[in-house]
């Protein structure tokens, strides 16, 4: 079992940054790919970002390539999503996820992950 739990969500202009934190519980931490995906009002759960079990593979959806980075500290099995450049589109709860490697399923798939943390909000204001 892994447990997750997200912080450093809040309230933020436009153009502004934030920093999200994943801590997860558990000594197998670093058997797991990451993934943080983010759910909207109204609309379904999306994939942001994901990252390898050792940091050395990442993938970003195309609407926050460039502005978000993905990463991960085995050592302190707590995993990142620095946010850059933060527009009100970007507002949302944002989930992190761990899950085991499956042949055929993509990390950017809500499929692959096993665990899911509670959520912290985002909220960016025009």
């Known amino acids: 079992q892994v447990q997750l739990v997200e912080s450093g969500g809040g309230l933020v202009q436009a153009g502004g940054s934030l920093s999200l934190s994943c801590a997860a519980s558990g000594r197998t931490f670093s058997r797991y790919a990451m993934g943080w995906f983010r759910q909207a009002p109204g609309k379904e759960r999306e994939f942001v970002a994901a990252?390898?079990?050792?940091?050395?593979?990442?993938y970003y959806a195309d609407s926050v390539k460039g502005r978000f980075t993905i990463s991960r500290d085995n050592a302190k099995h707590t995993a990142y999503l620095q946010m850059n450049s933060l527009k009100p589109e970007d507002t949302a709860v944002y989930y992190c996820?761990?899950?085991?490697?499956?042949?055929?399923?993509?990390?950017?798939?809500?499929?692959?992950?096993?665990?899911w943390g509670q959520g912290t909000q985002v909220t960016v204001s025009s």
């Open positions: 996820a761990a899950g085991a490697v499956r042949l055929g399923i993509s990390q950017t798939s809500l499929a692959f992950y096993d665990y």
């Open positions: 990252i390898s079990w050792n940091g050395g593979n990442t």
